[in-house]
């Protein structure tokens, strides 16, 4: 099938250069450089420096005829205020028959993610989470409705009661904790073909810097309002609190990545004030465009398949029969 897919690729040649090699209008340009805030973090030398935690997941596994191994990995790095380096993290092993095991296992390693941040919310000052706050929220609210979760169930994890603690922790710490996504494809900004993260990226000068952030409940992408809608509602009736999903997208120095960060916030009026203090507090944790604590997290967390063999074979089954054998490779 590679020769057709390959015939068909080069059919489609000019329609599909037309979609990569998209025709940005000057209008866009100068709309993307006014949504766009320059500005350079600096950490003040007379003011203490705050204690930066990140957290990152990871999950791997081996299906075998009739079962499946699994690793999940959750890790946990602080720079306190010296700059000293604190690691935790905790491990999940099992062999487990599951008929959604991809899925159990994202929403594990959410809730694992979800208990170290409520582990170290009171002894750091901001915690760094990777991921997206409004992915979080929803798919562990859509999986709060089903049953039939095994895995989670012998963990004795209730999603209920995890997102609630989710929400609980965001609404009554909404100046710590910090979302970063590395890729998004999302359009809330800008409504254009490709996510927004793309021409932020392309027509920012690569100068460091934020967009203007907004309440998610106002995003371009309904689906994605509407969860945020949906998030502000559950926290009000949760929490009597008021708090909503704010987006920005950031470089923190020049020529480098642009992020999307998701924080809660209860008023769109200080928004742009507490990206700034956030980008203050992370200037000097900034290793190649990125915070340190979310680099040094997602490089111990990370589960090879190297890593799944070397557990199959302490376990005595790497020989075992596999759902794929080697002649459907």
């Not at 989710?166 to 996504?181: E, Q």
Request: aromatic share 10%.
């Amino acid at each position: 099938m590679l020769t057709r897919t390959l015939d068909a690729t080069l059919l489609r040649f000019g329609f599909l250069r037309n979609k990569i090699d998209e025709a940005v209008s000057q209008d866009v340009v100068r709309s993307l450089k006014n949504i766009w805030v320059r500005y350079r973090g600096s950490v003040n030398p007379y003011i203490k420096k705050l204690s930066i935690g990140g957290i990152d997941s990871s999950y791997n596994h081996i299906e075998y005829r009739g079962f499946a191994l699994y690793v999940v990995n959750t890790v946990s790095v602080v720079l306190d205020v010296k700059r000293e380096e604190i690691v935790n993290g905790s491990v999940d092993v099992d062999v487990v028959t599951s008929p959604n095991l991809e899925h159990e296992l994202s929403l594990l390693s959410m809730c694992m993610e979800i208990e170290t941040m409520n582990k170290m919310i009171n002894d750091v000052d901001i915690v760094l989470i990777d991921g997206s706050l409004t992915a979080m929220f929803f798919k562990l609210y859509k999986a709060s409705i089903d049953d039939g979760y095994e895995i989670l169930e012998s963990r004795g994890i209730n999603i209920s009661k995890t997102l609630k603690e989710l929400v609980y922790t965001i609404a009554l710490n909404p100046r710590k904790v910090v979302f970063i996504s590395k890729n998004s494809n999302s359009k809330d900004l800008l409504g254009l073909v490709k996510g927004d993260i793309y021409y932020f990226e392309r027509y920012t000068e690569f100068v460091s810097g934020f967009t203007k952030p907004i309440d998610l409940a106002n995003s371009q992408h309904l689906g994605m309002a509407s969860i945020a809608r949906l998030f502000k509602q559950y926290t009000k009736k949760l929490t009597g609190l008021d708090v909503s999903i704010m987006l920005t997208y950031v470089r923190f120095e020049d020529f480098s990545r642009v992020y999307r960060i998701e924080f809660a916030s209860d008023s769109v009026d200080e928004a742009i004030d507490r990206v700034k203090y956030v980008v203050d507090s992370l200037s000097d944790v900034i290793v190649s465009g990125y915070p340190y604590p979310l680099i040094r997290a997602h490089n111990l967390a990370k589960i090879s398949n190297s890593d799944v063999e070397r557990v199959a074979i302490l376990l005595g089954i790497s020989k075992d029969p596999r759902t794929r054998e080697s002649f459907l490779r």
